[in-house]
Antibody, heavy 120, light 110 residues
């Protein structure tokens, strides 16, 4: 069974850094991209970017390029989403998801979401 | 890369059919038959209902169907049931390994 298990909720202050994780199991981690999706409070889904754990290739939405870093550690089948300088507007639920298709275009498995709260 | 346009809300009575539209551009919806739809209950994780315009994953009711014409994709739910009340999001491939979501539609079953 494909499973994506995300790290727990985080509370940070503006200006702080943060790295959240997504632990994958039940499939060949290095053969599929992993995506990150943001959902701000009461708002819709936003695709942030993807990482290919096989070679750490990454792609970003223009809206998130330079704002976050997506990475993966294939030795522990875990993907990451990282901020160096958090802003209050980063408060949201962040989902990791596994894209499928050729090219990858839909998501068949999702993590449970990580709530990130940024507040002074 | 702008979000795909969806109506903010739609409603229907049990047993009826409803259609949710998803309008993009010639750079996303119009260029690829790679539109998917997700159902999300409040506080829950999104679930794929349709992928690649009209394909249903195993386990999804055949009351859900998808189609596309030009730059607009559509999700139709027939035989509306109370359990269908949720938020629905479309998603389209947009080239260069990127995708874009719609703004979401809240479905109310009257």
């Amino acid at each position: 069974e494909v499973q994506l298990v995300q790290s727990g909720a985080e509370v940070r202050k503006p200006g702080e850094s943060l790295k959240i994780s997504c632990k994958a199991s039940g499939y060949a981690f290095t053969s599929y991209w992993i995506a990150w999706v943001r959902q701000m409070p009461g708002k819709g889904l936003e695709w942030m970017g993807i990482v290919y754990p096989g070679d750490s290739d990454t792609r970003y939405s223009p809206s998130f390029q330079g704002q976050v870093t997506i990475s993966a550690d294939k030795s522990i089948t875990t993907a990451y989403l990282q901020w160096n300088i958090l802003k209050a507007s980063d408060t949201a639920i962040y989902y990791c998801a596994r894209p499928r298709g050729s090219p990858d275009n839909w998501f068949d498995a999702w993590g449970q979401g990580t709530l990130v709260t940024v507040s002074s | 890369q702008s979000a795909l346009a969806q109506p903010a809300s739609v409603s229907g009575s049990p047993g009826q059919s409803i259609t949710i539209s998803c309008t993009g551009t010639s750079s996303d919806v119009g260029s690829y038959n790679l539109v998917s739809w997700y159902q999300q209950y409040p506080g829950k994780v999104p679930k794929v209902m349709i992928f690649e315009v009209s394909k249903r994953p195993s386990g999804v009711s055949n009351r859900f169907s998808g189609s596309k014409s030009g730059n607009t994709a559509s999700l139709t739910i027939s035989g509306l049931q109370a359990e269908d009340e949720a938020d629905y999001y479309c998603c389209s491939y947009a080239g260069s390994s990127t995708v874009v979501f719609g703004g979401g539609t809240k479905l109310t079953v009257l």
